[in-house]
């Protein structure tokens, strides 16, 4: 298995210093920052686009991006965000007439892809599309809003990624968003997840080092 990435979710920093705080969890040892996109339609609520990301980029904040789009369709905006050159793009089945292609697109443009599955969604689509996945993203909440709680039956589904992951001999990352604390990040660990985004969590603490090696340690520790 990979090893873990804690992902601090830019939903819950402070939007006024955004390159600060992500400057901040880095330095305090994030692995991954998790950048949010929501356009009110897929999910009901809005949140930032691809200028911003341009924007941190041209700021040379020393981080790795992974772009979760919870936009539909999800195609024109893949090509917007390609432009920013992150290191991951995710998308939902749900939000793309031609998921294969989608993903292929966003190979093609230099980044990573990923595939998002909300709670009530099956895996049933990941065989299909494996070869082009690089990261499989369980949804542990509902997509569009920060700070819900944990829901327990992801962990099942984590399970079941994990073991088609690891059939397919690639390295594929499984990663977890929604409700993640370090009460809970254990559990999440020992179900085969290797990367971690924590909104709330991190950025709602007092010390970000902390919390982040607080994790990192359970973890560990569960490991």
Request: net charge negative.
């Given at each position: 298995m990979n090893s873990p990435w804690i992902a601090p979710s830019i939903l819950a920093a402070d939007f006024s210093r955004l390159g600060e705080e992500i400057q901040s969890v880095v330095s305090a040892g994030a692995d991954l920052i998790h950048y949010d996109v929501m356009d009110n339609h897929y999910v009901p609520n809005l949140s930032v686009g691809p200028l911003v990301l341009q924007s941190l980029r041209k700021a040379n904040l020393n981080c790795l991006f992974d772009v979760h789009l919870m936009v539909k369709p999800a195609d024109r905006l893949v090509e917007d965000f390609l432009?920013?050159?992150?290191?991951?793009?995710?998308?939902?089945?749900?939000?793309?007439?031609h998921l294969h292609r989608t993903l292929a697109l966003i190979k093609t443009g230099g980044s990573k892809a990923g595939i998002v599955f909300n709670p009530s969604t099956p895996l049933t689509v990941l065989d299909e599309v494996l070869e082009l996945v690089d990261l499989v993203l369980i949804m542990s909440v509902n997509p569009g809003f920060?700070?819900?709680q944990f829901i327990e039956t992801s962990l099942s589904k984590l399970r079941e990624a994990r073991e088609i992951i690891d059939r397919s001999g690639k390295s594929i990352r499984l990663q977890i968003d929604g409700g993640i604390n370090i009460n809970n990040i254990a559990q999440a660990s020992s179900a085969g997840a290797d990367t971690f985004v924590a909104g709330t969590a991190i950025f709602g603490s007092n010390n970000y080092a902390k919390t982040i090696t607080d994790m990192k340690k359970a973890i560990?520790?569960?490991?």
């Open positions: 432009d920013a050159k992150p290191e991951f793009i995710s998308v939902h089945p749900e939000t793309t007439e920060g700070g819900q560990t520790e569960e490991q």
